[in-house]
């Protein structure tokens, strides 16, 4: 015969409101959008620190991290080299993002020809 106490029943609720508020938790952080910079270029880092608010994903931490911290997003902008930017753009596409912006930005400070301003949104 199984005896069922208080502190049994207390920590059962704590488990499953743990468990039900978990995938609340991970979709609401899929629900703030991601601005993707790199932080080895001034103008990039620039461009993220105007972007209050969302989450940050920096590329100079490497590209296997980038990839795991991706996640499932509604909405991405960034301000990237066009070599991350199309390595993105082709795994945001795989997730049904769709190129909502896209500009070529200068680059004063770093001398960069090739960043490119983007946003990408669910449809």
Known sequence: MMRVSR???LKGGAMAGTAIAMPA?????RAVPLVVFDSRIPESIAFA???SGLRQLDL???TEKAWRALGNPQRVTGLTRWSDWTALRGALEEQGLRLSEETRATAPLSGRTHLFRWTMAKR
Do not use: I
């Open 60 to 62: 100079a931490n490497g």
């Open 25 to 29: 938790v991970a979709m609401s952080a």
């Open 49 to 51: 620190a105007s972007q």
């Open 7 to 9: 502190r049994s029943m």
